[in-house]
T-cell receptor
Framework: GESVGLHLPTLSVQEGDNSIINCAYS??????FIWYKQESGKGPQFIID?????DKRQGQRVTVLLNKTVKHLSLQIAATQPGDSAVYFC??????????FGPGTRLSVLP | GAGVSQSPSNKVTEKGKDVELRCDPI?????LYWYRQSLGQGLEFLIY????????KSGLPSDRFSAERTGGSVSTLTIQRTQQEDSAVYLC?????????????FGPGTRLTVL
């Protein structure tokens, strides 16, 4: 992950629209990636993961895309709902190393 | 309990005092992690325990930080001579095995404020 300072990037979307949250990682040896959702006052919650031998993985209403060429990861949320409002952050892992977490993006769903 | 629990949920202390933060992992989880989350920042890895192996302390920011895990279950993170920059949310997570990455369950965190 990359540090972007004290203020989280914020993404505001209308309820029902699709959301795309982006993440850049720096370790080209990373071979495993996770997206987490963190609601206010709670610990991070696993959403979806992807291994480096894949470039796309779909879950329920969520899709993760991995572009290893530019070291970029994205999380797509379909038909965004008010309950999706949270901070989303990615984590990457390479063998023998520890997780590196990005600073997160705050998703606000507008009614 | 069904999930990872941490105590206290909030801790306010004066600069220079020692604090202890507790984590109760999910029963049966052999791996336990401590992270720190500062305002507006991502998770910073501190330490992890895996079974009876020596812990990986590579993320501890200074020798004022230490952690132990008794009986392979409960863990305590101790911060000695606290400084204002130690103020953060301290998160604990557990999983069945280090490589069971999907199953890393987080506790609600302890918010530490050093005055």
């Amino acid at each position: 992950g990359e540090s972007v300072g004290l203020h989280l990037p914020t993404l505001s979307v209308q309820e029902g629209d699709n959301s795309i949250i982006n993440c850049a990682y720096s370790n080209s040896a990373s071979d495993y990636f996770i997206w987490y959702k963190q609601e206010s006052g709670k610990g991070p919650q696993f959403i979806i993961d992807i291994r480096s031998n894949m470039d796309k993985r779909q879950g329920q209403r969520v899709t993760v895309l991995l572009n290893k060429t530019v070291k970029h990861l994205s999380l797509q949320i379909a038909a965004t709902q008010p309950g999706d409002s949270a901070v989303y952050f990615c984590a990457d892992l390479s063998y023998g190393q520890n997780f590196v977490f990005g600073p997160g993006t705050r998703l606000s769903v507008l009614p | 309990g069904a999930g990872v629990s941490q105590s206290p949920s909030n801790k306010v202390t004066e600069k220079g005092k020692d604090v202890e933060l507790r984590c109760d992992p999910i029963s049966g989880h052999t791996a336990l992690y401590w992270y720190r989350q500062s305002l507006g920042q991502g998770l910073e890895f501190l330490i992890y325990f895996q079974g009876n192996s020596a812990p990986d302390k590579s993320g501890l920011p200074s020798d004022r930080f230490s952690a132990e895990r008794t009986g392979g279950s409960v863990s305590t993170l101790t911060i000695q001579r606290t400084q204002q920059e130690d103020s953060a949310v301290y998160l604990c997570a557990s999983s069945q095995a280090v490589l069971a990455l999907r199953a890393q369950y987080f506790g609600p965190g302890t918010r530490l404020t050093v005055l």
